[in-house]
């Protein structure tokens, strides 16, 4: 009886026991153990790039037996007779949350004109950083012009050579900060404050110009015929060898850009300028770029750009013209553009670019081309792949 007693007693405390420790086992077994902070995830990052080479062949060179001259007024296909490399590109975006870095390398002749080397060499074309919270995108850094319809890359164009309005009128690239806001995807409003035009610190050094180049942007695609697209700039800057603004002056530039989708395969362009420059008077400017392509295929384009830049001072030095008196660029720009595959086309181009002074297209022998002519005539074959 004694032993059944002891037997029962035993088997009671056991369970007072467990049920006193069950709340604390169920609590240690609910609660994971501590683990170490979670680390971010590395920056997702996409490699890509081009590489553009072309021949040009120039017959007012040719013509008057100075082939291999250049080609005046074309710029990033100047090279007359030769075959160049025009651009390689190297670009890496890394994206981390809502950061991102931007970091674009180039080579060749277009990188050379572009960041303005005065030897070939690998430039920093862009490298910048961006931060996006929202409708807001905040960036700083080095970073290609908002103004114009073309850009530095041949592949981004309809048409292989730059207009006149490319060059003369509007910067390359700027050194600064910028802030966009964008609601939706039709309407994007970004404004600017950088070094100047195409260079990378303040030139500056008048109380009569502004200390910094400032900039506006507005872009609306209301639907998918017609685009809106209304820049500004104001500001002192740029260096050679890209077209210089005098020390202590300020040039302003206002531009629309309208696009119109007029058809499935054929599709407008419309790039309209006026601008001058603080202090000179009569240093105003105006020109515009009239754009139309047509897929004539799957894989077969054609481009036409119409071309006219007034100089009423003289002062942009269309075509190496002097200033001081009204200068007129004229060009007028077939493409036609075969890709081989979705990544490797061949384009072959023609323009034709004619010089008008105070008025009058010159005579013989008095023009800004070879030999004194006052047109010129060129065609280019190029070749380019995006990777």
Avoid: C
């Avoid at 009569?208 to 872009?219: N, P, V, W």
């Avoid at 800057?237 to 302003?252: D, E, W």
């Avoid at 206002?254 to 420059?277: M, V, Y």
Wanted: glycine share 12%; no cysteine; charged share 10%.
């Amino acid at each position: 009886m004694n032993k059944f007693i002891k037997n029962l007693m035993g088997l009671v405390a056991a369970l007072v026991m467990a049920g006193g420790l069950s709340p604390v086992l169920a609590q240690t077994a609910a609660t994971p153990a501590p683990t170490a902070a979670a680390t971010p995830a590395p920056p997702a990052v996409v490699i890509d790039g081009m590489v553009d080479a072309y021949y040009s062949y120039n017959f007012t060179n040719a013509a008057n037996k100075a082939n291999g001259a250049g080609n005046l007024g074309t710029f990033f296909d100047g090279t007359d007779g030769s075959y160049t490399l025009g651009l390689a590109e190297l670009k890496a975006t890394a994206t981390q949350g809502l950061a991102s870095g931007h970091l674009v390398l180039a080579y060749g002749q277009e990188a050379n004109l572009a960041i303005g080397s005065a030897v070939p060499g690998i430039d920093v074309e862009q490298a910048y950083v961006s931060y996006a919270p929202g409708v807001f995108t905040l960036s700083g850094g080095r970073f290609v012009t908002w103004m114009g319809n073309e850009v530095i890359e041949s592949t981004g164009n309809w048409n292989i050579s730059r207009s006149l309005l490319f060059w003369y009128t509007i910067p390359l690239w700027h050194q600064g900060v910028s802030v966009a806001f964008a609601p939706d995807s039709t309407f994007k409003l970004t404004g600017y404050a950088t070094n100047g035009w195409n260079n990378a610190v303040n030139t500056a050094i008048t109380t009569d110009s502004l200390i910094q180049t400032y900039g506006l942007s507005l872009a609306w695609t209301p639907n998918s015929v017609w685009s809106v697209t209304l820049n500004g700039v104001d500001g002192p800057g740029s260096q050679a060898p890209l077209p210089v603004i005098p020390a202590g002056l300020n040039r302003y530039v206002g531009e629309a850009i309208i696009g119109f989708n007029a058809a499935s395969d054929l599709t407008f362009a419309l790039d309209a300028e006026a601008g001058g420059e603080n202090g000179i008077g009569t240093a105003d400017f105006w020109g515009a770029d009239l754009y139309a392509k047509l897929a004539l295929s799957s894989d077969y384009s054609a481009a036409l750009r119409l071309e006219e830049v007034s100089d009423n001072g003289g002062t942009l030095g269309i075509y190496g013209l002097g200033i001081g008196q009204k200068d007129e660029g004229r060009d007028a720009t077939l493409t036609i553009t075969h890709n081989l595959t979705s990544a490797f086309t061949v384009s072959l181009e023609g323009r034709y670019d004619y010089a008008v002074v105070n008025g009058v297209v010159p005579g013989p022998h008095a023009g800004p081309f070879t030999a004194h002519s006052a047109d010129q005539l060129t065609t280019t074959l190029d070749t380019a792949i995006v990777f």
